[in-house]
């Protein structure tokens, strides 16, 4: 089974070709990071207009390089939310359009079901029952995964995501877009012991997170320095370590709650070093087997919708033609 994953849902234009037992043939990825840069986030309506043009080269180059025809294609996967709503449709649109054209299935993919499974293009793969905790841009999840399609979500973010307080406290920083990994490389300059960041919600229990009283700890940090490089990098290094140990240990705590030793971490902001690290750490401690995707699975991409598509597909779900999206949908909706 040959599946066509598409991935529209924010900025990059994500296209990948997934065999149910070949793997990945291929993937290719188009960033729209120079294209929002100028305007310091993404600007939704040049994105929608930015995959309009990217996606259908995209599809022909992802054909080539898997060196496979069109006619060898058996469905087709698209993110269908949750996202930018004219982006998603981009996506949405062209799927359907394309697997009426071929007269093959396609299928709704969830796009935070996909960083989930992103672990599962790697040659280690978790087996069922695991936690997962999905830090993106516009996520912070963390869900009990018991089969696919299985999942019920133990916590949240109550206001900003973890990605989005990363790039808040980059912009802040006057680091510029995308802020995230720019913040991340800054930290490497700091000093980890000049300022000490809150670890928001944890004297607490459960396990739903807070980071946007960490923006406001950072604006009046920042305000009591005199901005100079080496202060920036300071209040870098501490607000990323205050965002690490506060996933870690939530994440302790859900591991001891559950009682599961295997855990999960997919999503842009697990590309960060200091947080692989410092969940290495403690799952190396509690005796809990740790996965997570490469580096270029971990933001959005084609061969993790793809690879969801694919399982979907094999479990036989059916959709009718209709282009729907779905801008906000629970994962713990999904069946
Ligand atoms: O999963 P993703 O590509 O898109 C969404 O689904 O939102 O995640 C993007 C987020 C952005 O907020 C970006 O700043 C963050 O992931 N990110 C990082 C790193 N790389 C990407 N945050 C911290 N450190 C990084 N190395
Ligand atoms: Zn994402």
Redesign the pocket.
């Given at each position: 089974m040959y599946i066509l994953g598409i991935e529209t849902?924010?900025d990059?234009t994500g296209v990948a070709i997934y065999h149910s037992k070949k793997g990945l043939l291929s993937h290719h990825l188009h960033s729209q990071a120079s294209l929002h840069s100028e305007y310091g986030g993404v600007v939704p309506e040049l994105a929608s207009r930015d995959h309009i043009r990217k996606l259908i080269p995209l599809v022909k180059k992802t054909l080539h390089t898997a060196a496979i025809r069109s006619k060898d294609i058996t469905g087709i996967a698209y993110t269908a939310g949750p996202?930018l709503a004219g982006a998603l449709l981009v996506g949405a649109a062209t799927a359907r359009s394309l697997a009426w054209t071929w007269k093959i299935p396609a299928v709704a993919v969830h796009?935070m079901e996909g960083?989930l499974l992103a672990p599962m293009l790697e040659s280690e793969q978790p087996a069922f029952p695991f936690l997962a905790l999905l830090i993106?841009?516009?996520?912070t999840l963390l869900v009990q995964v018991s089969a696919i399609g299985q999942y019920q979500q133990l916590g949240e973010s109550l206001d900003d995501?973890?990605?989005?307080a990363?790039?808040k406290t980059?912009k802040m920083l006057e680091l510029g877009y995308?802020?995230?990994?720019r913040?991340?490389d800054l930290a490497l300059q700091g000093n980890a012991k000049r300022f000490h960041f809150p670890r928001p919600m944890t004297d607490r229990p459960g396990l739903d997170f807070s980071f946007s009283g960490l923006k406001t700890y950072t604006m009046n940090t920042l305000a009591a320095t005199s901005k100079s490089a080496q202060d920036k990098a300071d209040i870098a290094c501490a607000f990323q370590l205050a965002v690490a140990e506060t996933l870690t240990l939530k994440c302790r705590r859900a591991i001891r709650q559950t009682g599961l030793k295997r855990l999960v971490i997919a999503?842009?902001?697990s590309?960060?070093?200091q947080?692989r690290e410092s969940l290495t750490r403690m799952c190396h401690r509690e005796n809990t087997e740790l996965f997570f995707p490469r580096l270029e699975f971990?933001?959005?991409n084609g061969a993790m919708i793809a690879y969801a598509g694919c399982q979907r597909l094999l479990a036989g779900q059916q959709e009718t033609l209709e282009i729907t999206i779905k801008a906000r949908w629970p994962i713990d909706s999904l069946q």
């Open positions: 849902s924010c990059e996202g796009h960083h993106s841009g516009g996520h995501a973890a990605g989005e990363f790039d980059a995308p802020g995230g990994p913040l991340a999503g842009g902001v590309a960060n070093l947080i971990c933001t959005d």
